[in-house]
C-alpha cells in the first residue's frame, strides 16, 4: 500500500529555516507529482507547493513564493521542502501528497489520491 511518511517538523524561530522530507513507498515515485499541504490550528487545509513528475514545473502558492521551495529526488523517493524565513503564521501541520495523474486542479481542490499523515511546524515569535 502506498505510504508518505513526513519528518523533519519541529519548533523554531520566527525568520529561521526547517526542511522537510517525505519518503514515498508503494508507489511508483516517478509517475506521480508530489506537493505539500499545509493546516494550522482550527483552520481548513491549503495548498503550498507541488512538484511535477519530472522536478522540471513547480508551483507554490502566493503565501511561501520565495520562501518555500520543494523538490525530489528520485533516487531516494524523497521529496523536501526547503523553508526559509519562517513566520509564525507558517506554524501549522504539513502533509506530504501524491497525485498519479496531471490534472493540477485536483490540487487546487484538495482532491489527491494520497496522503501522509502530517508533521507539527510551530514558529515562535
Known amino acids: 500500500q502506498v505510504q508518505l511518511v513526513e519528518s523533519g517538523g519541529g519548533l523554531v524561530q520566527a525568520g529561521g529555516s526547517l526542511r522537510l522530507s517525505c519518503a514515498a513507498s508503494g508507489l511508483t515515485f516517478s509517475t506521480h507529482v508530489m506537493g505539500w499541504f499545509r493546516q494550522a490550528p482550527g483552520k481548513e487545509r491549503v495548498f503550498v507547493t507541488r512538484i511535477s513528475r519530472s522536478g522540471g514545473t513547480i508551483y507554490s502558492a502566493d503565501s511561501v513564493k520565495g520562501r518555500f521551495t520543494i523538490s525530489r529526488d528520485s533516487a531516494k523517493n524523497t521529496v523536501y521542502l526547503q523553508m526559509n524565513s519562517l513566520k509564525p503564521e507558517d506554524t501549522a501541520v504539513y502533509l506530504c501528497?501524491?497525485?498519479?495523474?496531471?490534472?493540477?486542479?485536483?490540487?487546487?481542490?484538495?482532491?489527491?489520491?494520497?496522503w501522509g499523515k502530517g508533521t507539527l511546524v510551530t514558529v515562535s515569535s
Open positions: 501528497a501524491a497525485d498519479p495523474t496531471t490534472d493540477y486542479s485536483r490540487w487546487y481542490r484538495g482532491s489527491v489520491d494520497y
